[in-house]
């Protein structure tokens, strides 16, 4: 069973570098060869549902909801624009800018979740938002300027293995998010798998392996759950998945990841690293483990 997480970076409408038509086709071809039976994109707007569901091929999508706009002021689009000019190696027009910023404040984001149909049948699904009130759509931290959202969707498997809960998030920079980012994460995990089912968490974290919030989800008296890219014998493709859309390592470093817990044995993480010269897909590298799973080594 192949698991892939893939932040698609937000497909701002404009035509210069690195314009939303120019990355789609390459984000088809990275999803493509991920391969994957069960996958969660993140930073995808309302407006690019149907291209994400074209882009995803055989593939069978989940919208979930959207995050809900940020506050009167997100302190994360001045970054967000000079990460952009970054990328395009020129700064954005002032339209660009506009448009971007009136979707964003208007819905925020998808996080959609793709199956196999071939393999899985969803039985439920919903969304939950790490705040105080976590059913409470677009509810935030009182220190976060955007809500951050966990979509999640249980799944029946047709080769007669146990359900599976599938995760998958979108989480803020700050350290003193993590704390409760991983207190509500955990909760939700209690409250939809029995405790020794099979639950996979994805996503982008905007923390690193060692951070604290890696470490409160992977540790027994948070999720417990297993850091499935750490942990599995065989790595093959770059060491990192954010590459500020330059490419390379040499800044680069892991962001996305992969947690998991139940009978889900990881045995290869791949990321994909799909690009035209300077052109990529995304900021992000698709990020891909591999499991065996329980009906597979029986």
């Known amino acids: 069973m192949r698991v892939a997480t893939f932040n698609v970076l937000f497909a701002h409408r404009s035509d210069g570098p690195g314009a939303w038509s120019d990355r789609r086709p390459l984000v088809r071809r990275a999803i493509a060869r991920a391969r994957p ?107 976060a300027a955007t809500p951050f959202l966990v979509h999640w969707a249980r799944f029946e498997r047709l080769d007669g293995g146990p359900p599976i809960v599938l995760m998958n998030g979108h989480f803020g920079h700050a350290p003193w998010h993590h704390a409760p980012t991983a207190r509500v994460v955990a909760d939700r995990i209690a409250a939809l798998a029995p405790p020794s089912g099979d639950v996979i968490l994805i996503g982008d974290f905007n923390a690193w392996p060692s951070s604290p919030l890696l470490g409160a989800l992977t540790s027994r008296e948070g999720a417990a759950l297993v850091d499935a890219v750490r942990t599995a014998p065989e790595h093959t493709g770059p060491a990192t998945t954010f590459h500020w859309g330059r490419g390379g390592e040499r800044f680069g470093v892991r962001l996305d990841h992969v947690l998991a817990r139940g009978a889900l044995r990881p045995i290869r993480a791949e990321v994909i690293d799909e690009h035209e010269g300077a052109l990529y897909p995304s900021d992000h590298y698709p990020l891909v483990v591999e499991f065996a799973t329980a009906a597979s080594t029986s």
């Not at 994109?41 to 909801?65: C, N, R, W, Y």
């Not at 899985?120 to 220190?143: Q, V």
């Open 37 to 143: 039976d069960l996958l969660g994109l993140q930073e995808v707007f309302p407006s690019t549902l149907d291209d994400i569901a074209e882009v995803i091929g055989d593939l069978t999508l989940l919208p979930g909801p959207t995050t809900g706009a940020p506050r009167m002021f997100d302190l994360s689009v001045p970054g967000e624009w000079v990460l952009r000019a970054l990328r395009t190696r020129r700064p954005p027009s002032l339209r660009e800018l506009a448009q971007a910023r009136s979707e964003r404040m208007i819905a925020g984001e998808h996080l959609p979740i793709a199956y196999r149909p071939s393999a899985f049948r969803p039985l439920a699904s919903g969304g939950f938002w790490i705040s105080p009130t976590p059913d409470r759509p677009g509810s935030m931290l009182s220190l």
